[in-house]
Each structure stands twice: as C-alpha cells, then as structure tokens.
C-alpha cells in the first residue's frame, strides 16, 4: 500500500529536545541505543524526518519492504536507511558506530584510533582509523555561515615552530596552516577556521580568507605583504606591524593573541590525543574534527553535538575506504591472530522505546499519516472517554477514569 501526503506539515523538527531528540547523557544514550535496530530507526528518523523520500527520484512516498528497505511508490528503486550515508554497506554494527559517534562528539578531546579500537573491540586498528576519518570527513557542511565582526588571520607551521627558518614562513617539514578566529571586543574568542596552505603567498592566502571570513567584516593581519588586496575584496583591513610593536617595546609574538591560542590548543590537541603521530596528508582532517569541536566548545549539551554529527553523517555520501587513504596508508600493524579479526561484535541488548518517536508524537498530534505500519508499537495515551457501556462491576482502571472523565487507553495509529 502505498502512501503520499504533503510534508510541508512535517520536515525537520524546528525545536530539538533534549531527552527527546538527543540523549543528554551517557546513560540515557545507552538507554535509548541499545540494539542495532533503535539506531537504525534513529537514522531513518534523521534522514526522514517527514517519511521516507526517494533518493533518486525525490518522491515523498512508498512502502517498508520485509528485510527493512524502503521501495519508492513512482521509480519502484529500493533503498535501505543506510544506503548513500557514510554508513553505506558498512559490516561494523550501527550500535558500534553510533557508540563511536558518541564518544567522537561528547570526550573533550576526541579519540584516537587505537583507544576506540580497544574500547570496542574492533579487530583491527585500520578499522578503528577508518571510522574515525569518516567521522571526520562529514565535518565540514556544505555553505556553512562564514566569520564575521572582527577577525584575526594568521599562518602558522602546525606541530611546532621549527627553530632556525626565518619569519616563520620559510618551508620546512611543519604544514603551513591558515588561521581564522573571531575576536570580542575587547578579548575573547570566538568561532574558528583552520585550512591547510600551499604557501603564504597572496594566491594562496587570499582563497582562505574569502572562504573563512565573511565580506564586511573587519580582517587583522600582520605586515605581512601576501595579506596586501584584503581591502579590495571588501572586507576592512586593519596591518598591525611587527617591526613597529617591537619599536614601541611590546612583544610581537601577541599582535594576534586569538590566533595563538587557537594554534596553541590545536598543536597540544594533535600531541595530547593522537601522540603527535598525525600524518600531513590528513592533517586537514584532523583540522576539521579540531575545529568542529572547537566551535562548540561552549554547547550547552554534548548530546546535542552528538545529534549534529550524526546529522551530517546521515546527509553525506558514502566514504569509500580507498578515498580515505589519500597518499599514504595508516600505519603498518602487527598482523593479528585469527580470532581476533574481523568486525566487531554488536552492543545489542534488547530493543528501547525510542523516544524520538514518541516524543514527536507528543508534539506534532494530530499524528501525521506515515508508512503502512508506523508507529509499530501500542501508544498509551489519555483520551476522552465516550460513553460507552460500563462493566458491570467497575475495574479499577474504569473507576479512576471516571473520576476526571480521562481514561488511558491503548490504541494503534493506523
Ligand atoms: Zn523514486
């Protein structure tokens, strides 16, 4: 049977719950993703928010199929919940990704691959590493907003200043990073961006900074002259001289104190998490985890990020492992005994009642019309009773409800 209706009711959820939409705590997220089947309704539901649409073919409709796929009701294409995310025929069970995803978004500082390979038990740390990258690689959202107000840009060797190269700039084994912060007046930090450069030269800093840095918006820099032309590209320039600050006696490693920082944090992340064994074909990567965790530092809830992230994996294409090793392998491993090869075993436990379900239940009643069998499972809601015939001799349930004329009972939304 097959099904259509207008989403413009539905579409994504507006206001996001915590406790409803997200866990709000490690507990709760165990409690809610116990079976590989929870996180599957989780993805659908994000993915789908209004009901399952055709991938191909962009029609709003069709029919759950036996094994859990969904059959279009115009071009007839089956696709499952998983097929086109980064998930895409992944034989690691969706409970150890979702755990992966949880640690990834909610630990201050991230996981490197060894640790989630021995946490979960995942057979080989190429698997491990290739989780993460995944992860990684859905970071950064397609037209994502831009930095504005006041912003501090830079360039800085990522992994330590190496003595004895002139300026800074000179080429050495470091990978040249650009650095964009927002400041408030007159400190604090905001938002960041952080993009690997081909050198400090104007074509290469001028690309960063009109993909970092909104136009408007006022840009400091050093002297140095690859920042020369920011002015004709609209934004307001503001050169702050390292010969004169140490003219006037003021240290001039602090004309840009944000970025500092910024790099600061980032180099002591790359050592503290991932003991400084990060390779440069994916340092931009590494990046992009640094940054996104960076910007919501401040969030109030970890769940929250953890819902962002899963979020943008469910929107990105598949990842093929083969793209993932750019130019160069993960680290050589030991090769290990059979038995503990393979894929990880699944976190499965018994099925959870899937809030997200029922709490948009909660807020969108009337309940909107979704596939043949959804909900799957009995609502207990309150309802008003009609009259009906009473028993004869009055239940317990009966004679409570009688009293404030509600009564629960349990109904099945077609
Ligand atoms: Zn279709």
Redesign the pocket.
């Known amino acids: 049977m097959g099904y259509s209706f207008n989403r413009s009711r539905l579409g994504r959820v507006e206001q996001l719950h915590a406790g409803t939409h997200y866990p709000r705590s490690a507990g709760e997220f165990q409690a809610w993703f116990r079976a590989d089947e929870d996180c599957l309704d989780y993805l659908e539901w994000l993915r789908w928010p209004g009901g399952f649409t055709?991938?191909?073919?962009?029609?709003a409709g069709?029919w759950r199929l036996g094994d859990g796929r969904f059959e279009?009701?115009?071009?007839?294409?089956r696709?499952s919940v998983t097929a086109g995310t980064i998930f895409d025929r992944t034989r690691t069970p969706l409970t150890v990704w979702f755990t992966a995803c949880w640690l990834f978004a909610t630990q201050k500082d991230g996981i490197s691959a060894q640790s989630l390979q021995r946490s979960l038990e995942i057979g080989s740390c190429p698997t491990a590493w290739a989780m993460l990258h995944r992860l990684r690689s859905v970071l950064v959202r397609p037209g994502r907003d831009r930095l504005s107000g006041t912003v501090q840009v830079d360039e800085t060797f990522i992994g330590g200043d190496e003595p004895g190269l002139r300026g800074g700039r000179a080429p050495g084994k470091k990978v040249l990073t650009g650095i964009a912060v927002e400041t408030g007046e007159p400190k604090g930090i905001g938002r960041c961006r952080m993009a690997v450069l081909a050198d400090g030269s104007a074509e290469s800093l001028h690309p960063f900074v009109t993909g970092a840095v909104e136009p408007g918006a006022t840009v400091i820099t050093d002297a140095w002259m690859g920042y020369h032309g920011l002015a004709g590209l609209g934004y307001v320039h503001e050169r702050r001289s390292q010969r004169a600050a140490r003219a006037r006696g003021d240290d001039p490693g602090e004309l840009l104190p944000a970025v500092h920082r910024v790099a600061s944090l980032a180099r002591r992340w790359l050592l503290g998490t991932h003991q400084g064994s990060v390779d440069q074909a994916h340092l931009p990567a590494y990046l992009d985890e640094f940054v996104f965790r960076f910007n919501r530092r401040r969030s109030a809830s970890r769940g929250m990020v953890f819902y962002r992230l899963l979020e943008l994996a469910a929107g990105h294409d598949p990842v093929r492992f083969q793209d993932l090793l750019a130019s160069k392998k993960p680290h050589a491993q030991r090769p290990q005994p059979p038995q503990v090869r393979g894929h990880p075993p699944s976190l499965d436990r018994s099925r959870a009642n899937w809030p997200w379900r029922t709490g948009e239940l909660q807020l969108q009643l009337p309940i909107p019309l979704r596939l043949n069998e959804y909900p799957r499972w009995p609502i207990c809601a309150r309802v008003p009773l009609s009259p009906s015939p009473q028993p004869a001799s009055p239940t317990r349930r009966s004679r409570s409800a009688q009293a404030d004329g509600f009564g629960s009972r349990c109904l099945t939304v077609p």
């Open positions: 055709c991938p191909s073919c962009g029609h069709g279009c009701a115009a071009c007839h294409r696709t």
